[in-house]
């Protein structure tokens, strides 16, 4: 299957491709979210070749994302697709948000030539519910991990995923954005400057 097939954008590095980062996006919006392609577009522009997609929930314009096994496999045909659009990258997979959850939950089964999984505002918990933590297969990740998670996450602030990253086995890294919301937004700062910033800190990851 191609990237057009999977209905997925390739975001080809322009100069000198180092790694390749299938990104999926948040629960509440597709691909063409402002966030996804601002991204991709920063990281493409560092080095990095970025596909992004669309769960097939969102491709049907319905609201309720599907549920995880189904949101996985897609990942996974596109993943696929992607290894093909760039054979011979390193590759990382992450997401915004739900996306990066999901990502998290391919990363803890069988995934091979995995080199890292990068995640954009983990979802450790519903808002204002921490009494229900998604985190009971994080420590079957072997793949390393960057986390990058706002001050100020309702979602789950970096203080508590500290706790839970002590679980786990693999390497994990967190990029803490100093007053940053679930989104990574920063108040009075402008919402480019804040994801570039973001996208020197993968790019330094991912080549490190």
Not at 41 to 63: C, H, N, Q, W
Not at 81 to 86: K, L, V
Not at 180 to 199: F, I, N, P, Y
Request: glycine share 10%.
């Amino acid at each position: 299957m191609d990237l057009t097939k999977a209905g997925a954008i390739g975001y080809d590095a322009d100069s000198g491709a180092k790694a390749l980062l299938v990104l999926a996006h948040g629960a509440g919006a597709g691909q063409q979210h402002p966030f996804m392609v601002s991204m991709a577009r920063l990281l493409s522009a560092k080095g990095i070749s970025v596909v992004t997609f669309d769960f097939p929930y969102m491709r049907e314009r319905r609201k309720i994302p599907d549920r995880a096994p189904v949101l996985e496999e897609a990942f996974r045909q596109v993943i696929a697709a992607a290894r093909e659009w760039a054979p011979r990258l390193p590759l990382f997979i992450g997401g915004k948000s739900m996306g990066g959850r999901m990502a998290t939950h391919l990363a803890a089964q069988p995934l091979d030539a995995l080199d890292g999984v990068v995640v954009f505002g983990y979802p450790l918990h519903p808002p204002g519910k921490p009494d229900q933590p998604r985190t009971a297969h994080l420590p079957s990740i072997a793949a390393p991990i960057l986390i990058v998670q706002g001050e100020r996450d309702t979602f789950g602030t970096p203080d508590e995923l500290r706790p839970v990253m002590k679980t786990m086995p693999a390497p994990v890294t967190l990029h803490v954005v100093a007053k940053g919301d679930h989104s990574l937004s920063v108040r009075g700062q402008k919402r480019d400057d804040g994801l570039a910033e973001v996208a020197d800190v993968v790019v330094g990851w991912v080549i490190r």
